[in-house]
């Protein structure tokens, strides 16, 4: 069975630190990563996803993630964060075309000015 | 954002109603998902319709009830819930490519008293 374990809840941090936020999978195929945000009040969306290719995957507002096979390992990173950057973070795993995602429980992220 | 839209987006109703949660996406995509978000839990996958066509459906009690009309509307037909069933209920579309991104709606939410 799929899964994904994200391994902080909750994160503080202050304006200009760097961010990592972990997420390992566990998936039996050919697998689809994503990473999603959701800012306060906001839809779900997508910060970024890897499918294939060149493994550090660039996303919006400066977001980058390296999908490492050998660790099931696909963690998000960003050098300098920002206010803006308060948001929940869900990292997921698909197969792709029309499966479903499975979700780990999510990091809340707060951005102290 | 427009692309998927819920309605309602708040819902009350007691464990004897019937109500249904409508979903429409206006992205041109073949695929449709129902996720339910509880608190502390991951975001869970419910049902996915590919081509009108259901094709998962993750062990979700019967008295959750999809119905898939054409590829731009989705349902959620409820009855005799439990109070344990209260959530937010998340929408989803994707091309069905193999690729592609799934786009969430803002979600209804589900207080079942």
């Known amino acids: 069975a799929q899964s994904v374990s994200q391994h902080n809840h909750h994160v503080i941090l202050s304006e200009a630190a760097s961010l990592e936020l972990g997420c390992n999978y566990s998936?039996?195929?050919?697998?689809?990563l994503f990473w999603y945000v959701q800012y306060p009040g906001q839809h779900l969306q997508l910060l970024l996803k890897y499918f294939s290719g060149d493994p550090l995957v660039k996303g919006i507002k400066g977001f980058e993630a390296e999908f490492i096979k050998s660790k099931f390992s696909f963690n998000l990173r960003k050098p300098s964060v920002q206010w803006s950057d308060t948001a929940e973070y869900f990292c997921a795993v698909g197969g792709g075309g029309a499966d479903g995602l499975t979700f780990g429980k999510g990091t809340h992220l707060i951005i102290q000015p | 954002e427009t692309g998927v839209t819920q309605t309602p987006r708040h819902l009350v109703m007691g464990m004897t109603n019937k109500k249904s949660l409508k979903c429409e996406q206006h992205?041109?995509?073949?695929?449709m998902y129902w996720y339910k978000q509880s608190a502390k839990k991951p975001l869970e996958l419910m049902f996915v319709y590919s081509l009108e066509e259901r094709v998962e459906n993750n062990s979700v009690p019967s008295r959750f009830s999809p119905e898939c009309p054409n590829s731009s509307h989705l349902f959620l037909h409820l009855h005799t819930l439990q109070p344990e069933d209260s959530a937010l209920y998340l929408c989803?579309?994707?091309?069905?490519?193999?690729?592609?991104?799934?786009?969430f709606g803002p979600g209804t939410r589900l207080t079942v008293l």
């Open positions: 998936y039996g195929g050919t697998v689809n």
């Open positions: 989803a579309s994707s091309g069905g490519g193999i690729a592609d991104t799934q786009y």
């Open positions: 992205l041109g995509h073949n695929a």
